[in-house]
Nanobody, 126 residues
Framework: QLQLVESGGGLVQAGGSLRLSCVAS????????MGWFRQAPGKERDFVAA????????AYADSVKGRFTISRDNPRNTVYLQMGSLKPEDTAVYYC???????????????????WGQGTQVTVSS
């Protein structure tokens, strides 16, 4: 079983930056594609970004493209989400997710991920 623990959330002013981290344990990190999702109050859990295990191909939701960057450090079993130019509409609980890799294809649906962290709150004030 793969366990995921997010950290790095907090309160930030609009225009500011935050870096979220997700540390994996329990199984080898290699061979897992990783994703970040977010859920605002009363809304669905939406895709934010994904990174595949082999090759590091990435994908982003249109709403964060150019502002957020996903990366991974395989020896440290960690995936990051660098968030910049934050907006109040970025306020949400951010979740890290993992699934077994199938190659160089990334996944954007929450139903395609098998493992989830507990989430970390990001609040952007105007």
């Amino acid at each position: 079983q793969l366990q995921l623990v997010e950290s790095g959330g907090g309160l930030v002013q609009a225009g500011g930056s935050l870096r979220l981290s997700c540390v994996a344990s329990g199984r080898t990190f290699s061979g897992y594609d990783m994703g970040w999702f977010r859920q605002a109050p009363g809304k669905e859990r939406d895709f934010v970004a994904a990174i595949v295990w082999r090759g590091g191909r990435t994908a982003y939701a249109d709403s964060v493209k150019g502002r957020f960057t996903i990366s991974r450090d395989n020896p440290r079993n960690t995936v990051y989400l660098q968030m910049g130019s934050l907006k109040p509409e970025d306020t949400a609980v951010y979740y890290c997710a993992a699934r077994g890799s199938t190659g160089n294809y990334y996944y954007t649906s929450r139903d395609e991920y098998d493992y989830w962290g507990q989430g970390t709150q990001v609040t952007v004030s105007s």
